[in-house]
């Protein structure tokens, strides 16, 4: 059964959406229509979020043998869809320079480490390494590395936002951003007279822009995007959620479409098989506080020979129904 992959190599923009029968073999169909560099990684990455990385040495090989025995041909029959980046993030190393290697075992390292605040692309780490990639090297670093993640959001300003050649008022204005452009945060400056960031948007141009600008993370939007699908907020609700924030409709039903393949992945993910029968399990545990709670309550009031007064736990009883409805809806 085939099933849609998106493949990239790793430290460059080209990345390819391909329908294919495996991840290995979706990383061979990218390499024999792509034209790769000699060495590197490609990173291949299905709709389950699930990742494996492997070398681009090892797909030229199977290019080579597939043309001598003619088990395969170029013409794979993979249609070309839509080109969807990869989820990758930009980093900056910390601290102690961190050893590369040139496997994902980590058994093979380079002669030199990385030095500290390198500007580095990660990929979602796999069995306690990290793909990396940076100007001089690509590979592998321990997951346990210290690095920064460099957050990137969209511009929300109305009128836009200005960025400066340098972080001050008085500086000459380089570019002036409008809602929904796409900007890199590479660093916080404190001045004298306020708070600078300094940005680097698609294009790969740099400049410094107000610490007040209006920018939505893309990160913490993408979680709260999927914890509003949890609670069955609709795709027209979150769309124009997002319009209301400057954000252009496109930016917008790109982010909403992210945001519901991830929650489907979610949906089928072990995590999410346990969640409802938590969910219900909680609700059971109200109920029945409340219900124990409220007849504690009553039996000391009554207990008086003149009685009294007693409590009715009502407030525990309703949210517990709640979370019991959900956690069923769920199962």
């Keep these: 059964m085939s099933n849609h992959y998106s493949v990239h190599v790793l430290g460059s923009d080209r990345s390819q959406t391909i329908e294919a029968d495996s991840h290995r073999d979706a990383a061979l169909a990218f390499s024999l229509s792509a034209g790769l560099p000699e060495s590197g990684w490609l990173i291949v990455e299905d709709r389950k979020c699930n990742v494996i990385q492997v070398p681009i040495r090892e797909h030229q090989l199977a290019d080579d043998e597939s043309d001598g025995d003619g088990e395969h041909s170029s013409d794979t029959g993979a249609p070309e869809a839509a080109t969807r980046p990869a989820r990758r993030k930009r980093a900056v190393t910390v601290d102690k320079s961190p050893v590369v290697y040139r496997d994902a075992g980590l058994n093979e390292p380079f002669d030199e480490a990385l030095p500290a605040n390198t500007e580095i692309e990660v990929s979602s780490p796999a069995a306690g390494s990290i793909a990396v990639a940076c100007e001089s090297r690509s590979g592998f670093i321990r997951s346990d590395a210290k690095t920064r993640i460099l957050p990137f959001g969209y511009v929300t300003n109305a009128r836009g936002a200005n960025a400066h050649a340098e972080p001050s008022a008085q500086s000459a204005v380089t570019h002036i951003y409008q809602a929904g452009d796409e900007l890199l945060l590479l660093e916080t400056l404190k001045t004298p007279k306020g708070q600078w960031v300094k940005i680097r948007d698609e294009h790969g ?67 999410r098989k346990k969640a409802p029968r938590n969910e219900a399990l909680l609700g059971l545990f109200l109920i029945f506080g409340g219900i124990i709670a409220t007849a504690w309550s009553y039996s000391e009031g009554a207990s008086g020979s003149g009685g009294g007064r007693y409590f009715v736990f009502y407030g525990a009883i309703i949210w517990g129904l709640y979370h019991l409805v959900k956690g069923m809806c769920g199962l």
């Design 205 to 271: 141009d740099t400049g410094y822009v107000y610490g007040d600008t209006d920018v939505l993370l893309v990160d913490n939007l993408h979680e709260y995007l999927i914890d509003q699908k949890k609670e069955l907020v609709g795709h027209a609700a979150l769309v124009k959620f997002l319009t209301k924030k400057n954000l252009p409709l496109s930016v917008a039903e790109k982010l909403v479409a992210e945001a519901e393949r991830d929650f489907e992945a979610f949906k089928r993910s072990p995590e």
